[in-house]
């Protein structure tokens, strides 16, 4: 079947520090792989996708490379911002318009 | 702008009463779902429809029920049967197809407390 696991949290980071959130996948087939964020009390953005192996999303200084041969998709950030706190989720969507989505990792990054 | 909206943002309910959560979308999408969300449990599945007058149960579907009558509302009710229903509920749709084009984009949510 499919599913997601990825990083448990909460992270904690310096403002300008590297960022990285893992998250491996198990699918049937040849799935699409994305990153949501979700600030409080509200619901969840795209951050960034890729359709296929090897591709590589990117948004906002964040970018995310699919990896088949590792079934990876690595959150990862040069220099977190004040204003990256939030939960990171990552997804993938397989046969069927079916999500699958990973508990979400908690990223706090202090001034 | 297109979007989703769901309503109320917040919602209080006495134990044993049924209520029922707006999501109406605006971006002509063929699928819309319901997630329910828990601190530390990520989003687990409700209900989920792919075309109007037809939908699937998805992993959590006890003490819920929906309704697809148009393509633009997705309303979920959630009833005296469910046995903890405190929680976040987060409405979603997409587009059907091709799942290289496939995104899910997401209301901001209603939070229902049980009293």
């Known amino acids: 079947g499919n599913s997601v696991t990825q990083m448990e949290g909460p992270v904690t980071l310096s403002e300008e520090a590297f960022l990285t959130i893992n998250c491996t996948y198990t699918?049937?087939?040849?799935?699409?792989l994305f990153w949501y964020v979700q600030y409080p009390g509200e619901g969840l953005q795209l951050l960034l996708k890729?359709?296929?192996?090897?591709d590589k999303g990117s948004n906002k200084g964040f970018e995310a490379t699919y990896r088949k041969e590792t079934t990876s998709f690595h959150l990862e950030k040069g220099s977190v911002q004040v204003s990256d706190s939030a939960v990171y989720f990552c997804a993938l969507s397989g046969t069927g318009n079916q999500f699958y989505f990973g508990t979400g990792t908690s990223l706090t990054v202090i001034p | 702008d297109g979007g989703i909206t769901q309503s109320p943002k917040y919602l209080f309910r006495k134990e044993g009463q049924n209520v029922t959560l707006s999501c109406e979308q605006n971006?002509?999408?063929?699928?819309m779902y319901w997630y329910r969300q828990d601190p530390g449990q990520g989003l687990r599945l409700i209900y989920y429809s792919q075309i109007v007058n037809d939908f699937q149960k998805g992993d959590i579907a006890e003490g819920y029920s929906v309704s697809r009558e148009k393509k633009e509302s997705f309303p979920l009710t959630v009833t005296s049967a469910q046995k903890n229903p405190t929680a976040f509920y987060l409405c979603?749709?997409?587009?059907?197809?091709?799942?290289?084009?496939?995104?899910?984009?997401f209301g901001a949510g209603s939070r229902l407390t049980v009293l």
């Open positions: 699918a049937t087939g040849y799935p699409s």
């Open positions: 971006l002509n999408h063929d699928a």
């Open positions: 979603a749709s997409s587009i059907t197809g091709s799942s290289g084009a496939n995104v899910l984009t």
């Open positions: 890729a359709t296929k192996a090897d």
